[in-house]
């Protein structure tokens, strides 16, 4: 079927038919948590060391004019989550980004790209992004046992060996090697229209893999409020849908990825659409999570990023999503949100605010 459109549409329809007869409206007020995830690859089109210093200098020079202009009810700036390719590891990149994130602009995490790997080589690879990117203070760790953790975004979307052909992966197994290594969660998807696009969708979920079965991720539990699970890894979705506003050859609608890029402007229908698809965990309606992704190193993503569109999309958020009685809008990074979501999970009420470090906090 035309863009794998198959592999989740049974998921949209469900949602949207009981979206459609349960009338139910949004809690007064409902609390916003906002992120923007990076598939951070300064090496885009094999660049050398001198473009990809340019690459990242741009958003160490830029991202604090733009993320200046901008606040939450919090008072907090928004902070971009910088999802480092390991197999392409830098240090002059790093000490660059290493410098907007201690100013706290942002946060690094895990991405990595790998084919026909071995659980092995998956653990020597995520132990060495561990000690590469701590060496620069980044990363994070448990609160309790000072355990380095790191968030993860798995190249060309392949989490758990999910492509059909087995390429840029090779492990099955890679959930349970994930969280033995320190993954707190993984936030790749979604990945449509890619084949990779699992059929559980907008949502917040506990899965586990097997070492004989690819691509466990397809189902998993969810997220729930006073209940747990020894399940392998948390996979936190970002939105999913069709947007009818926004019609192939003005008929068919385009579906609605949560990608922010030159092809994918964010604009105000699209914040409309992140916000309307309501992920949660579970008994907990009054806090929602939109997280967005993009491949912001590549210079025709980057003038989107930090520039007009960018700060346009903020400001409306600003003014649509954080009034103090509807909304009220919070921007977190990647591992923030995590927080907050454990944080819903135990029970926690309150401000969202007060659990950006529930968990696990910044090295």
Same mark, same amino acid.
């Given at each position: 079927?035309?863009?794998?459109?198959?592999?989740?549409?049974?998921?949209?329809?469900?949602?949207?038919?009981?979206?459609?007869?349960?009338?139910?409206?949004?809690?007064?007020?409902?609390?916003?948590?906002? /992120?923007?995830?990076?598939?951070?690859?300064?090496?885009?089109?094999?660049?050398?060391?001198?473009?990809?210093?340019?690459?990242?200098?741009?958003?160490?020079?830029?991202?604090?004019?733009?993320?200046?202009?901008?606040?939450?009810?919090?008072?907090?700036?928004?902070?971009? /989550?910088?999802?480092?390719?390991?197999?392409?590891?830098?240090?002059?990149?790093?000490?660059?980004?290493?410098?907007?994130?201690?100013?706290?602009?942002?946060?690094?995490?895990?991405?990595?790209?790998?084919?026909? *790997? +071995?659980?092995?080589?998956?653990?020597?690879?995520?132990?060495?992004?561990?000690? *590469?990117?701590?060496?620069?203070?980044?990363?994070?760790?448990?609160?309790?046992?000072?355990?380095?953790?790191?968030?993860?975004?798995?190249?060309?979307?392949?989490?758990?060996?999910?492509?059909?052909?087995?390429?840029?992966?090779?492990?099955?197994?890679?959930?349970?090697?994930?969280?033995?290594?320190?993954?707190?969660?993984?936030?790749?998807?979604?990945?449509?229209?890619?084949?990779?696009?699992?059929?559980?969708?907008?949502?917040?979920?506990? +899965?586990?893999?097997?070492? /004989?079965?690819?691509?466990?991720?397809?189902?998993?539990?969810?997220?729930?409020?006073?209940?747990? +699970?020894?399940?392998?890894?948390?996979?936190?979705?970002?939105?999913?849908?069709?947007?009818?506003?926004?019609?192939?050859?003005?008929?068919?609608?385009?579906?609605?990825?949560?990608?922010?890029?030159?092809?994918?402007?964010? +604009?105000?229908?699209?914040?409309?659409?992140?916000?309307?698809?309501?992920?949660?965990?579970?008994?907990?309606?009054?806090?929602?999570?939109?997280?967005?992704?993009?491949?912001?190193?590549?210079?025709?993503?980057?003038?989107?990023?930090?520039?007009?569109?960018?700060?346009?999309?903020?400001?409306?958020?600003?003014?649509?999503?954080?009034?103090?009685?509807?909304?009220?809008?919070?921007?977190?990074?990647?591992?923030?949100?995590?927080?907050?979501?454990?944080?819903?999970?135990?029970?926690?009420?309150?401000?969202?605010?007060?659990?950006?470090?529930?968990?696990?906090?910044?090295?």
């Amino acid at each position: 079927m035309t863009k794998n459109i198959h592999l989740w549409m049974g998921s949209y329809l469900k949602q949207e038919l009981r979206r459609l007869l349960s009338k139910e409206a949004f809690p007064k007020p409902t609390h916003v948590m906002f /992120s923007v995830v990076d598939h951070f690859e300064p090496d885009w089109k094999g660049a050398d060391a001198a473009t990809q210093i340019s690459r990242v200098k741009r958003w160490v020079d830029d991202y604090p004019k733009l993320a200046n202009k901008h606040k939450d009810a919090d008072g907090q700036h928004p902070r971009h /989550s910088f999802f480092y390719p390991a197999e392409v590891y830098r240090k002059e990149n790093l000490d660059l980004l290493a410098k907007l994130c201690k100013q706290g602009f942002g946060e690094l995490e895990v991405h990595l790209h790998h084919d026909n *790997d +071995t659980e092995e080589g998956l653990r020597e690879k995520l132990e060495k992004a561990k000690k *590469d990117f701590s060496s620069h203070g980044l990363l994070s760790k448990r609160n309790l046992s000072g355990q380095i953790r790191f968030g993860f975004i798995h190249g060309n979307w392949a989490l758990n060996n999910s492509r059909p052909d087995r390429r840029w992966c090779g492990v099955n197994h890679e959930s349970h090697i994930l969280n033995d290594a320190g993954c707190y969660a993984d936030f790749t998807f979604p990945s449509a229209p890619s084949d990779t696009q699992p059929k559980k969708i907008n949502s917040i979920y506990y +899965t586990s893999s097997q070492p /004989s079965k690819p691509k466990t991720h397809n189902q998993g539990v969810d997220v729930e409020v006073g209940k747990f +699970t020894n399940a392998d890894l948390m996979i936190i979705q970002g939105p999913l849908t069709l947007n009818w506003r926004n019609r192939k050859y003005g008929i068919f609608p385009r579906i609605e990825n949560a990608d922010v890029g030159s092809g994918n402007l964010p +604009t105000a229908n699209r914040v409309d659409l992140w916000v309307k698809q309501r992920i949660a965990v579970r008994g907990k309606p009054d806090w929602i999570f939109i997280k967005v992704h993009t491949h912001g190193a590549p210079e025709h993503n980057a003038n989107v990023l930090l520039g007009e569109a960018m700060d346009q999309m903020y400001s409306y958020i600003e003014k649509k999503y954080n009034d103090g009685q509807n909304f009220i809008l919070h921007y977190v990074s990647a591992r923030e949100m995590y927080n907050v979501i454990k944080a819903a999970e135990a029970g926690e009420s309150g401000a969202p605010d007060q659990y950006r470090n529930y968990i696990i906090e910044s090295l």
